[in-house]
């Protein structure tokens, strides 16, 4: 006798929201999670651009998924975080502080 798995499917993008939750046979994967859950069809997300964790930790399309896995479908990153970092700092840069003098013993 086979055991089903109960997993979440979760897939957020601005003014996008959706969380389904999906019973699996026991050794399914993400992918199959995915598909079960039909969020990307819903969404219209480009399955190609998607990537995949669960519970927040990055996953492959064959990992397979665990009774009360969260699947989280992400997206790509709009913007690198140091280019965007770099470029602020450089708009903004931080005033000089005066020389520090030491003080002798």
């Known amino acids: ?7 979440t499917v979760a897939y957020a993008a601005p003014g996008v929201e959706a969380i389904v939750t999906v019973a699996l046979p026991a050794g399914a994967t993400v992918a199959d ?3 079960a859950s039909g969020v990307l069809q819903r969404c219209g997300a480009v399955p190609a651009a998607i990537g995949y964790a ?9 990992t397979p998924v665990a009774d009360g896995d969260r699947v989280e479908l992400t997206r790509p990153l709009v913007a690198d975080a140091k280019a965007a970092r770099r470029a602020r700092a450089r708009e903004r840069p931080l005033p000089h502080a005066p020389p520090r003098t030491r003080r002798r013993p």
């Open 1 to 7: 006798m086979t055991r089903a798995v109960t997993v």
């Open 33 to 35: 999670a995915v598909a």
């Open 54 to 62: 669960i519970h927040g930790q990055r996953a492959a399309a064959h």
